[in-house]
Nanobody, 116 residues
Framework: QVQLVESGGGLVQAGGSLRLSCAAS??????MGWYRQAPGKQRELVAT???????NYAGSVKGRFTISRDPAQNTVYLQMNVLKPEDTAVYYC????????????WGQGTQVTVSS
């Protein structure tokens, strides 16, 4: 069983920055990532990072957001710069574990609101 605890959301003006953190309990954690869901929209990928540090970003955040990972602490971060009102959403941390089959875990979500 893996638990994900997120922190760092909040209210910021357009052009500002926020840093999200997600601490994972458990072991054998594989790739981790961030997803977001705006009101009335489907949950979408923001960024992922593999165990080896390979990253993947949604086109809408590329160049503005940076995902990083501290393997020793089982923590993943999302540095968000030049925030836009359209970045407003609940951000969810995600972790995958492959033990005979794939297990996917989600955090409780943290609200990010960007005012114009």
């Amino acid at each position: 069983q893996v638990q994900l605890v997120e922190s760092g959301g909040g209210l910021v003006q357009a052009g500002g920055s926020l840093r999200l953190s997600c601490a994972a309990s458990g072991s054998s954690i594989g790739s981790m990532g961030w997803y977001r869901q705006a009101p009335g929209k489907q949950r979408e990928l923001v960024a992922t990072i593999s165990v080896g540090g390979n990253t993947n970003y949604a086109g809408s955040v590329k160049g503005r957001f940076t995902i990083s990972r501290d393997p020793a602490q089982n923590t993943v971060y999302l540095q968000m710069n030049v925030l836009k009102p359209e970045d407003t959403a609940v951000y969810y941390c995600n972790a995958k574990i492959m033990i005979e089959k794939l297990y996917v875990y989600w955090g409780q979500g943290t609200q990010v609101t960007v005012s114009s």
